[in-house]
């Protein structure tokens, strides 16, 4: 229903007065109105995390990305498991003209401006067409494995909007105009295609003839450092110092690359005034793509809209307005107040269009491409890559596959163990010899993104060093699983965290490149070197660093509650016991070398991130320090006791700990 003029300028006037800045309202419930959905049993809201390279993201199948920030899990972080996010919510739109009872401009939005925090199903005017989403991948060691998967990671989801709603933060219900939309992100964990999440809609309508089709990506692209907050949702008091979130969007378009980016700043002027370093990473939207009916020549035009955040504005409430967003045609200037650092809040809607009919049971496909990168340099560049992708119908020449890889850890040392089979058999159809497997390089290093080359392996032919592969052979049978191969790396320090990785790479030829496989969960391991039970001279357990002051290289500079020291040499199987000089137990532990991978001492293995369980020695205990009844423990001499399970000789010992005057207890 189209608005008098007095009565919008009241209502704006109204709403300006009315509407709380970000600070305050960041936090606000959500409210539901109007008509509620009937989802049927064969149906359920369900998201998951495309996480198969460094970008990681919650995908749903119901048209919203990202989480909201309502958990710290992956919202759109990259580089992934580095506590950088980039995005508070993005949703899927798409805008046609409707004849159904009347004729109108349509939009159907998987979410819209609006608080952070709250769940997101009730944000999206999509409802899901099955119960879960799915995976698939093209690797063949992977549990989602399957034949007719585009990449390493598939994750497939349907929906549609055939039911009548009102969604959160939207003025109006929701008339259906009969879409349903098959969803499909891609990821690579390779080359420059590790940087980037595609995402492949096919949109077909179900009900009379659509007009004038536009699609789009709605996104509030938001980077900031989450590792900084002690809390979450963020908020402008967050003890962690950092401030608000959401004033520090510095946007930019670039013609050339069809790229929408953001990267954070603090304050202008831009770049001086950024403080870039708190998150150092560009992220951005790129639009690659999109396929009408075969009759279909009209030349695609690109839409890109940009606004400062404001949940339930009058310029933005109804279908017909956000129609116009979304099918103008042109690329906004991103300047003003309204969308720069400090001063604005900017949202944003970059859709492509017009697709002039689509008739009941036809088909149209939109593909963007969500990348992230260091410079801007590096993010155009993998914005390229994913053009390349899509130019290819997304088949790509391939590396082998990292082979199954294991690690064991001893004194001062790291065993490397693979297996021959995952990637020495594996075939890549865009290559001339479609066996093109040629050898493997070892890694490892105290950060998971600058890990040094330490080994290089390959076939005795006309490429690479030639060093050959046999050398390696030492068959060995480890928790059930066979490896063909080994390596051993020494010299390294007892209690400190390695990660250690193996990939394999193959020929490459006149036209493609020698390519190596992606580091990644899969294939990366955390290794902390100690003795194995009997591997040392000593025949008690020990305590490093003894004295502990403050704390130890391994956690300098970490929060209080990630510190740690070390038992050594302990029996497999015993009991550990910690007690002040006057006697009182402080802390107590079950110990089982067997099982124990770092439980209990965030410092060492935290299972809110997704960087992994550490592999230890079998004698190695870490403590955080902490009391059992979760107190920090303060300066003094402990004393320790270790009771072997299973009777044998109670040892005690003693440790000191020196804390700063500033260090809490």
Known sequence: M???????????????????????????????????????????????????????MTVTNYGFFGNNFFSRKPSFEYPKDRGYEHMVRGG????????????????????????????????????????????????????????????????LSDYNDFTPTRAASNSENHTPINLEVHQETYQWNFAEFKNILFVHFKITNRGPLLTNMWVGLYSELASGFKDGYVRWPPSSTDPGGLGSWFNNKWIEYDEDFRLFREHYCDAQPVPEGCLLERAPYWAGIRYLGARGLKEDLTVRQRTLSAWSWR?????????????????????????????????GDPVAIYSVGPFPYVYRDSSITVDFAFVGGAQVADIQTNSTFAQFAYDHDYILPVPPPAPKFTVVVRDTAVDFYWDKKTSESAFDITSPDPHDFEGYRLYIGDDPDTMARVAQFDLPDTSGFNTGIDTLTTPKRINGVDYNY??????????????????????????IGSLESGVSARNRIIAIPGPQPGEIAEDHPTVFPNPYRVEARWDQGQQVRDHYLWFTNLPRRCTLRIYTLSGDLVFEKDFDGDTYRGEGARGIFNPDKSLGRPTLSGSTFGWNLITTEGQAVATGLYLYSVEPKGGGKRFVGKFLIVKSDQEGS
Not at 10 to 39: F, N, Y
Not at 92 to 99: E, Y
Not at 130 to 136: H, N, Q, V
Not at 486 to 496: A, D, I, K
């Open 2 to 56: 189209r608005r008098a003029l007095i009565a919008t300028l009241l209502i704006l006037a109204a709403a300006v007065q009315a509407a709380p800045s970000r600070a305050q309202s960041h936090d606000m419930p959500e409210r539901v109105s109007g008509p509620l959905r009937t989802v049927p049993d064969t149906v359920a809201f369900d998201q998951d995390y495309a996480d198969g390279s460094q970008v990681s």
């Open 92 to 155: 899927l739109w798409v805008g046609a003209h409707a004849k159904l009872a009347t004729e109108f401009d349509g939009v159907v939005s998987g979410t819209v401006d609006a608080a952070q925090g709250p769940t997101s199903p009730e944000a999206s005017e999509f409802t899901p067409a099955s119960l879960r989403l799915t995976k698939r991948s093209t690797l063949p060691d992977s549990e989602f494995f399957d034949r007719d998967a585009v990449s390493e990671l598939d994750v």
């Open 311 to 343: 949940p339930g504005s009058v310029f933005r409430d109804e279908d017909r307005e956000r129609y116009q967003l979304m099918s103008t045609g042109v690329i906004q200037p991103l300047d003003g107040d309204s969308l720069r650092p400090g001063t």
């Open 486 to 511: 080994h390596y051993s790396v020494s010299g390294l320090r007892n209690g400190f965290k390695y990660y250690c990785a193996v990939t394999a790479y193959d020929l490459g030829n006149s036209q």
